[in-house]
């Protein structure tokens, strides 16, 4: 539905409608632009965070398993020590079977004597497993070491590329950041209801727009078609309409058109200024 907008500002004298829209139009534009220049990082800082991520899980498993490791060597320690207590048991029984004085006396110890070279096959079989385990380990440990080298060396070479890239583009997001700030500055003080209706729109949409104009008689925002007689009310220019189906605020071509070109001779003339600089 249309909306007739005040043409009184808040803070006194008054703004037609038409130069509400010039003004509001402008901070959609400079919105645009600085999401272009958000995307020339792309996905980069999304990739330099993911191998953070990556490198510091890795390293949680580095060492958890440098832990595991310690804990396997000492449990292989003592196990070696107590083989090493059987043998030493195994040979006093043994040399005591030489001196068996009766029968039952030899029996006893002959007794003794299997059961410690059965406790010392178990731990020998123990003593391997451990052994195997630890070196299970070492492998795991060296693929993971492996694998945050690689992981590093990649995220070395994308914090490069953003870097170079945030270089390129810090100067005019800064620019266009304060080219903004007194955009919206100078559409509140006309009409603040419209700042916030903009705002309200922009981030119903991934697309952040706002603010559009006709694409082949429909919505440039969610292309339903819009009547010939609301397509020439925008034009009139004499009061503020929105979309009937997704809300966004109509601007005619030719009004557009014109603030799109003053937008592009500022950024032009910075540009000019920056390389005049450097």
């Known amino acids: 539905m249309a909306t007739k907008e005040t043409t009184k500002e808040a803070v006194g004298g008054q703004a037609t409608v038409e130069q509400k829209l010039r003004l509001i139009y402008k901070v959609q ?23 953070r991520d990556e490198i510091e899980g ?9 832990e595991e490791k310690k804990r396997l060597e000492k449990e292989l320690s003592n ?7 059987l043998k030493i048991k195994l040979q006093r029984l043994q040399e005591k079977l030489k001196d068996a ?12 004597i299997e059961d410690l070279k059965l406790d010392i096959q178990l731990s020998e079989k123990h003593i391997n497993e451990l052994s ?16 945050i080298q690689e992981l590093q060396k990649k995220l070395e070479e994308k914090e490069k590329e953003l870097e170079s890239v945030i270089a390129e583009t810090e100067k005019e997001e800064n620019f266009l950041k304060e080219l903004r700030k007194k955009a919206v500055e ?9 700042y916030r209706a903009y705002e309200r729109i922009r981030n119903k949409y991934k ?14 925002g969610c292309y339903m078609w819009v009547p010939p007689q609301r397509q020439l009310e925008v034009r009139k220019r004499d ?24 937008f592009e001779e500022i950024l032009k003339q910075f540009h000019k200024e920056i390389e005049h600089k450097e």
């Open 207 to 220: 697309n952040r727009r706002a603010v559009v104009t006709f694409e082949r008689s429909a919505c440039g």
């Open 29 to 51: 534009v400079i919105d645009s632009r600085l999401a272009e220049v958000e995307n020339l990082k792309g996905e980069l800082p999304l990739e330099v965070r993911d191998l």
């Open 186 to 194: 100078d559409v509140i003080k006309v009409d603040e209801r419209l």
């Open 58 to 66: 890795l390293h949680k498993r580095l060492e958890k398993l440098n």
């Open 79 to 85: 196990e070696q020590n107590k083989k090493e207590e």
């Open 101 to 112: 004085q009766t029968a039952k006396e030899y029996n006893t110890f002959e007794k003794g």
């Open 239 to 262: 009061a503020i309409y929105t979309c009937e189906n997704c809300g966004r605020i109509f601007i005619d071509e030719e009004l557009a058109h014109e603030v799109e070109k003053e």
């Open 132 to 147: 195997q385990e630890i070196k299970t380990i070492e492998e795991k440990i060296k693929e993971t070491q492996e694998k």
